[in-house]
């Protein structure tokens, strides 16, 4: 089936600083990608929709700014988030959907756990 | 607006059956997902209903009614790697075509004991 593959898994970084999480389809050509932020015990929460050769569309309260997405190939897309602070630590998870495949669901990246210290 | 509710918690035994519900209230709908996501890991697709009724595979089947707005999930034998979180999500609309962003569900968090 179609793969998503996410990276970094995990990362620590001190507070000011940027850091860039990419999202990669493997065996398919992803248009759309979606970006997730999950806080402990809680679900999933769409941040940004991610659009090949366009800008994102962000979801209410996501500031644009802080968190950069960038779309620039039909296999990755990539969510920076600069000037990290300790309330950004969260799940980062990636998700795309074969817009060719049989299957209708979405794959989703491994996440990364961002730990802003 | 958006609202997909399913119960915080379940405890089921080994062997058992459980069922999961989850009802929604979504602007529109392109189908209902089932995942189960470990803690500290990315979801796994379970399951996908569009069009009323159950769907099986295997251990695991899905139910949905979209006049009720109601979808459950249902595992049969349950096993002790079946402890994790199952979350319910609507696509909701089409979003940007036919590859609409997923809502989803604050999670069921299942624990099987011996």
């Known amino acids: 089936g179609a793969v998503v593959s996410q990276h970094p898994s995990w990362v620590i970084c001190k507070s000011g600083t940027s850091v860039k999480i990419e999202c990669r389809s493997l065996?398919?050509?992803?248009?759309?990608m979606f970006w997730y932020r999950q806080f402990p015990k809680k679900s999933l929460m769409l941040m940004a929709t991610?659009?090949?050769?366009?800008?994102?569309?962000?979801e209410q309260g996501v500031e644009k700014d802080k968190f950069l997405i960038n779309h620039a190939s039909l296999t990755l897309s990539t969510l920076t988030v600069t000037s990290a602070h300790p309330e950004d630590s969260s799940f980062y998870i990636c998700?795309?959907?074969?817009?060719?495949?049989?299957?209708?669901?979405?794959?989703f990246g491994q996440g990364t756990r961002l730990t802003v210290v | 607006g958006q609202n997909i509710d399913q119960p915080t918690e379940m405890t089921a035994t080994e062997g058992a059956i459980v069922q999961i519900n989850c009802t929604y209230q979504?602007?529109?709908?392109?189908?209902l997902f089932w995942y189960q996501q470990h803690a500290g890991e990315a979801p796994t697709f379970l399951s996908y209903?569009?069009?009323?009724g159950l769907e099986e595979k295997g251990r695991f089947s899905s139910f949905l009614s979209r006049s009720k707005g109601y979808s459950y999930l249902l595992l049969k034998e349950l096993q002790m790697k079946d402890s994790a979180s199952y979350l319910c999500?609507?696509?909701?609309?089409?979003?940007?075509?036919?590859?609409?962003?997923?809502?989803f569900g604050k999670g069921t968090k299942l624990s099987v004991k011996p």
């Open positions: 065996d398919f050509q992803a248009t759309t």
């Open positions: 979504t602007s529109g709908f392109n189908g």
């Open positions: 998700s795309a959907r074969d817009p060719l495949g049989m299957n209708t669901e979405a794959f």
């Open positions: 991610s659009n090949e050769g366009s800008k994102a569309t962000y």
């Open positions: 999500a609507v696509r909701a609309a089409t979003y940007g075509g036919s590859q609409g962003n997923l809502i």
């Open positions: 209903n569009v069009l009323d």
